[in-house]
């Protein structure tokens, strides 16, 4: 007998997904460049050339067997040392080679962060709005993942809900920043602020609390924002990293497990997601990988283009009448959808060939996100078609 669970999960495939492929299918009628897909957040900018450059230099000149054969457990021990170098270098951490586990991606990283830190049944706390793919990475594991509401009016935490939702079975709280889907990054303040919460009610419980985050957007950060690294703030963090963005290689799947040297069993956190792998079978990223962004560790893409982008939007939204709060980073944006429905918002926009995902999946109904990851150029060609959508769909809306 098949497994029904995930049979059920057939039937509520992801909407990001939906859409992306529908707008490949219209495309493939009308023209690509006719569609303003604003699905998926799929970089659109070039890796480093020095990251090609390194991958190939390995590939024509190094050993084959460390390029191409199996990886220790734990990643690479140079690769693992070069990390922690890194972050330390970058933003005053203590880090080891034995606080670093390299995964596939943020997704992998979380995979093993979340067993790391809780026992079927217990609680994991995430804000929304949060990344759709949350609940089944979180409830695969047994663990238990629960909604804390919004504050609209900032997408900062909303500590009062917090605290409301908060128990003894919270194991651990999840954070995203700069945020997907909001493009709101946490600030100082707010870090601040969660983690003299966390301290709290970890004696109040008399056990850890440990808080996870995700941080695949933290180099795609705007002028003006205030976006620290979260580890700094709170002992008890793992940091969960992918360079699918900042380097432009989502289809490299690599990214690590970032243990706070000041965090509860430091030592063997890492090296229980060596053993986390044996169950879930995950074992060991590619090697050329590994090796290849060791190499640029402290580069990044030309992402210059996402904030462009988002300033083009923000303006365009604003001056259409559209409720948003800018974002800080990312390349998503999170306006508030110009009726109730923000699926039905969604729809009436398909038919002009805006392709726009509705809310309902990151846990605040009545928005929709842009991902605009996508060329300029596009950008600015899409504005006059929003334009005609909310005059025509939204008479007396906006300007």
């Known amino acids: 007998m098949i497994n029904e669970n995930y049979r059920q999960m057939l039937q509520g495939k992801s909407i990001i997904r939906q859409l992306s492929e529908y707008a490949a299918q219209r495309g493939s009628e009308i023209g690509y460049d006719q569609v303003f897909d604003y699905s998926l957040g799929n970089p659109s900018v070039p890796c480093p ?56 991606g943020a997704a992998g990283a979380l995979a093993h962060g979340f067993r790391c830190v809780t026992r079927p049944g217990d609680e994991i706390l995430v804000f929304a709005p949060y ?57 100082k303040e707010t870090l601040c602020r969660l983690a003299d919460f966390l301290e709290r009610k970890q004696r109040e419980y008399g056990h850890d609390i440990f808080l996870i985050s995700d941080e695949p957007y933290r180099e795609i950060v705007f002028e003006g924002a205030d976006s620290p690294y979260v580890s700094k703030f709170y002992d008890n963090t793992i940091s969960c990293y992918s360079f699918s963005k900042s380097l432009s290689l989502p289809g490299e799947r690599i990214g690590y497990v970032a243990v706070n040297p000041r965090c509860k069993d430091a030592d063997i956190i890492a090296a229980m997601c060596g053993q986390i792998s044996r169950g879930i079978g995950h074992n060991c990223p590619p090697s050329s990988v590994q090796l290849a962004v060791a190499e640029v560790l402290d580069k990044t893409s030309d992402l210059s283009v996402y904030e462009r982008n988002m300033n083009l939007l923000y303006d365009a939204l604003t001056r259409l009448g559209f409720q948003v709060v800018k974002p800080g980073g990312t390349f998503y944006i999170f306006p508030r959808a110009l009726e109730e429905d923000g699926a039905a918002f969604c729809m009436k926009a398909k038919k002009y060939d805006l392709i726009l995902v509705p809310s309902d999946n990151f846990g605040v109904p009545g928005y929709f996100r842009m991902a605009y990851c996508i060329d300029t150029e596009k950008v600015q060609r899409s504005i006059p078609v929003l334009e005609r959508f909310v005059r025509e769909e939204y008479p007396g809306i906006g300007r």
């Open 49 to 104: 050339g020095e990251y090609t450059d390194a991958l190939v230099r390995l590939l024509e000149e190094e050993d084959p067997m460390a390029v191409h054969g199996y990886s220790p457990s734990l990643g690479i021990e140079s690769v693992r040392k070069a990390v922690a170098d890194s972050l330390n270098r970058r933003f005053g951490m203590e880090y080891e080679a034995k606080h670093i586990f390299m995964a596939s």
């Open 131 to 187: 990344f759709p793919e949350y609940s089944p990475y979180i409830n695969q594991t047994g663990a238990v993942m629960r909604v804390v509401p919004p504050d609209t009016d900032s997408f900062q935490i909303h500590f009062g809900a917090l605290e409301e939702m908060i128990n003894e079975k919270v194991m651990a709280v999840l954070v995203n920043t700069p945020n997907n889907p909001s493009g709101v990054a946490y600030s």
